[in-house]
């Protein structure tokens, strides 16, 4: 048994705190987690307090009688400045951005309770791709999970995609010379193509199919939404 | 060519940056159809050959110049006027600083601190390193550079680097005879070297101080599941010369003149944990020791003390390579060094699995400091009491000091831990300092009010980088300048770090240049936290302790900047209008906006 | 400092870099803007055509980013004269669709527009002193004056500016249920 806020729960041997949380029905915030990839690590918005520690419930193992902190006021703090550093390192106009409503970015925001960017906006020249005929890529609205990364490697065998860069020139890149989406192996059926959870890769001529208003998570709240997929209850990917 | 490249390295996945960083050498960068053709030859993806080639400094996808020169950008070196010495020296040779000139020349760049903080400003040229710069050494280089006049012409006194070794003690005064320690540990197993190291109470000298001995056990007893010892698994010995701390120069000094006693701690490691290779990586700073170190290395097989049946001890078999990095503090970090030894960009790993369980290519693999490795090998052969004659109860022994910045006899001290820094202080002639920077920029700045602190675990925990400033220095600079720094080799990993660092950045220019208000010194302390409390690792841990631990002891410096107004922009305003002005030519009253209004 | 004589909360609204669609959710609160006037006067604002903010207003709304200067020098009048600064909307807080023009260099967008474009006969960057002048980038507000609360949407629904209002007339501190915050 561990608890988290107070409440005790238990779990299986070699689960993480997040798997043991998912399980038991707690939602902890997350971008670059999925459950059908290795722990990632990354995003840092799963940061909990586990006896008095800081960690990232995604790679903790979870361990009898951890006492895990997550709701406090002090940890919330925390994770809305991180994800408003994600909003302000990128050049994410929800308006205008096709993904707007089904963007696990935007929607963790709202579960939140994200009102602003705080931070000052660093409004970086990023990269579009629109070589390919059927795939988009707008790397404005990467946030550098490396969910496409790892599914292109682990599940389509193609490793079209990587990081490159250091800091904040860190940046996705493409497996071709010419540096175009056009010049690689990958296909629209690519796990790795729908796996994006904001609008960074979008597959061309299906971006207003469902209009604004009606998508997943104008009426449908993340915490919900991840803890039915994450649970087995299907994917939520696009 | 590049065949011949891939060839001598040994034509595997690993080799990687090893192969870079000898492209790069030949083609003074890598280009795209050469990361095409590696990928190829190599078998990985072109995705993880562009992310090495981006990730580390020293390699490039845009050409440098045929001299490519790198001015030290450490806190130490720019008090010696090093940022000046740049600017001079582009403008002298009509380059921009940060670019290669259109003949494709020279290129001048900053980088990191180098590890010559005690014989500054200092600068890698190709790869070589100069040191005691100045502005006649700038005049004259910048001719040598545009009569295109070969490095070996240039004056060797330039490229001379001390020793300065100003006080030796347990490891540096006593001469370890080749192989004695060797001999001892041939006669031991495992249980017994451990044990000695494990007496002898020894801990890391990366400055993190976890026990050496019990390192080498978990390594020794492997992953769970296996056997002790197991001889069917593969384990490694890594030694972690990637001196990349600001203004730590010690191990660079050990490589020089005790590069026996590190090759001689690595085997007794070795020996103890049932490993049969080695690496010692070397920090692309320090690239002109590799051929010395090589050398040493074929000495040792050559005596029998590398190789197979080390000393006639059957069954003791270990060899050693040397690795480069190539430009990234990140690197030092042992799981990110790994994943560098692996060939690919230096990202800490997550843990658990520790590396001595899972580390190099996934098996159990110790990593240790140069200083510790020399210490292992001298109580390997001295025995632990020797060890233990110095230091305290938590922290036995000595440890070896770089000291730099402001004091008389800049240099190593070897002090027995439980030292204060005032002893310190008053050995290398630092009279009436500011503060030391003990650590360096992710250790602990002290006041002169602390000067009777003591060096060791139990109080202040250090790699060795002593950076002493005077009284006239500017506190907030010096800040702002590790700040820098850490936004610079942030590896880019986890957001909090990410972004973080440059936001932090961004603050302390805003206050160091006049432009902050009270409430910027609340959001960089809210910020500060949520860098460390969130950071996947020690860079981004300690990234803002320059800032908060200089605005605790010295908070009337920060505030004597700050503006009394409620708020100010954190840009230029006025400038924002600039291209407009420009453009449009107008100079009127409503072609200017004031900064605060 | 509410109105003196009718003893009513004084709100001014303006639009920078916006398009007055934040001002068109703000009016789809439709008949419940009687209720609201009950309680409240406008000061500056495009309901009232007030062109400056009286001495003291309680709540300034404002609607888009900056882009020039003439955006700054409104701003700055707003934050001078009110108590409570409310940034709404995505352009106010995040330079919204205009700071899309933020990664192409000022130069370009204008020579563009102004020099090179097809169908421009007689090419020259307008310089009239009138015109504000712009800035390098659309930049947030929030980057250059203090900023009291945010309404985040493109537009804030009407729903949003109706909970607020109703929060701070009833001395509340405003609370936006997650329902109600969107960036679209």
Known sequence: MLTIDGVALSFEAGQTLMEAATAAGVYLPHLCHHPEFKPHGSCKLCTVKVNGRFASACTLPAAEGQEVLSETLELRQLRVRITQMLFVEGNHFCPSCEQSGDCKLQATAYALGMLDSHFPHFFPARRVDASHPDILLDLDRCILCELCVRASRDMDGKSVFGIAGRGMESHLVVDAESGALVDTVIEVSDRAVKICPVGAILIKRTAYEKPIGQRLYDHHPIQAVLLQADQGGGSCDQ | MLCE?????????????????????????????VMTFLAEILHLPRTQIQAVVEFYSFLSVTSTGRFDVRFSDSVTDQLLGSRDLATRLCQRLGVKLGETRADDAVSVHLTSCTGLSDQGP??????????????????????????????????????????????????????????????????????????????????GRGGAGFKTAVKWRFCYEGAEGTLPGDPSITRYVVCNADEGEPGTFKDRVLLSRNAHDVFEGMTVCARAIGALRGFLYLRGEYRYLLDTLLKVLEARRSRGLLGRNILGVEGFDFNIEIHLGAGAYICGEESALIESLEGKPGHPRNRPPYPVTHGYLGQPTVVNNVETFVAAARIMAFGADWFLSEGTAQSTGTKM????????????????FGTPVSVVMHRCGADD???????????????KAEFERILGFED?????????????????????????????????????????????????????EGHGTPHDLVEMTQLAAIVKNASHCGLGQTAANPLMQTLE????????????????????????????????????????????? | MADLVTNKILIATTSLAGCFGCHMSFLDIDERFFTLCEHVVFDRSPFTDIKHCG?????????????????????REFRRHVKILVAVGACAINGGIPAMRNHIPLKECLEESYLQAIGIDSPQIPN?????????????????????????????????????????????????????????
């Open chain 3, 55 to 75: 001495e003291h207003v309680d709540v300034g709304l404002i609607e888009g980013g900056l882009c020039n200067a003439e955006n700054v020098a409104t701003l």
């Open chain 2, 401 to 416: 000091l770089s000291v730099s910045g402001d004091c008389e006899r800049p240099g190593i001290y070897e002090v027995p």
């Open chain 2, 122 to 203: 200092a600068a890698l040229v190709n790869g070589q390193v100069l040191t005691r710069l100045d502005g006649d050494r700038i005049v004259q280089m910048a001719d040598f550079i545009d009569q295109e006049i070969d490095l070996d012409a240039w004056p060797k006194a330039w490229f001379r680097v001390e020793d300065q070794v100003q006080l030796e003690g347990l490891l540096l005064a006593e001469e370890l005879p080749l192989g004695a320690c060797l001999e001892r540990a041939g006669t031991l197993d495992a249980v017994g070297i451990i044990s000695e190291i494990d007496r002898s109470g020894l801990r």
């Open chain 2, 5 to 33: 490249i891939v060839d001598h390295h040994g034509g595997e996945a690993t080799s990687l940056l090893q192969v870079l960083i000898d492209v790069q050498m030949r083609f003074r960068c890598v280009p795209a159809g």
């Open chain 3, 128 to 184: 009239d002193p009138e015109l504000p002048l712009l800035l390098d980038r659309v930049r947030p507000i929030h980057e250059v004056v203090k900023v009291d609360y945010f309404l985040p949407g493109c537009p804030p629904s009407a729903e949003v500016f109706w909970t607020f209002l109703m929060d701070l007339l009833a001395a509340r501190q405003p609370q936006l249920p997650e329902a109600q915050i969107h960036y679209d």
């Open chain 2, 460 to 512: 202040l925990s250090t790699g060795g980088s002593m950076m002493v400033f005077s009284q006239a220095r500017d506190v907030v600079a010096i800040a702002r300048g590790f700040t820098h720094f850490f936004a610079h080799e942030s590896c880019g990993f986890c957001t909090p770090c990410r972004v973080g660092t440059s936001l932090l950045r961004q603050l302390i220019d805003k206050i160091a």
């Open chain 2, 553 to 597: 002891r010295f908070p009337e410096r920060y505030q004597e900047r700050l503006k009394t107004t409620l708020f100010e922009p954190g840009f230029d305003l006025d400038g924002a209008l600039e291209v407009s002005r420009q453009m449009t030519g107008r100079a009127d009253a409503n072609a200017h906006l004031t900064q605060v209004g």
């Open chain 2, 433 to 447: 300092p500011m503060g030391v920077q003990v650590g360096g920029p992710s250790g602990t700045f002290i006041g």
